[in-house]
Nanobody, 118 residues
Framework: GIQLVESGGGLVQPGGSLRLSCKAS??????????MAWVRQAPGKGLEWISG????????NYADSVKGRFTMSKDNAQNTVYLQMNSLKTEDTAVYYC?????????RGRGTQVTVSS
């Protein structure tokens, strides 16, 4: 089945930027046929959906908490999804996961830690 590996997390100051990547492998069908999502889990909190893109044409939507600051993109040729995060805030500190499905209910990767702190 599909396997997902995230990368690109780290420590960044408030107002800074990071770009996360998620490489997919073990695909049963072309990557274009997969809807994908980014979800995150802050310390002591549950999973939060932050972005999802549909299969095919790839319509993308965002949670209000990140709208206007984060941009999700999907490169079907590279089997990779990205999350460009700008204007980061301390409350964005979390483990970020990419996941199969528009709401991320399917397979998830192991995650990458993002820490926003001065």
């Amino acid at each position: 089945g599909i396997q997902l590996v995230e990368s690109g997390g780290g420590l960044v100051q408030p107002g800074g930027s990071l770009r996360l990547s998620c490489k997919a492998s073990g695909l049963a069908v072309p990557f274009s046929s997969y809807a994908m999502a980014w979800v995150r889990q802050a310390p002591g909190k549950g999973l939060e959906w932050i972005s999802g893109t549909t299969r095919g044409v790839g319509v993308t939507n965002y949670a209000d908490s990140v709208k206007g600051r984060f941009t999700m993109s999907k490169d079907n040729a590279q089997n990779t999804v990205y999350l460009q995060m700008n204007s980061l805030k301390t409350e964005d500190t979390a483990v970020y996961y990419c996941a199969e499905g528009y709401i991320g209910a399917g397979v998830r990767g192991r995650g990458t830690q993002v820490t926003v702190s001065s």
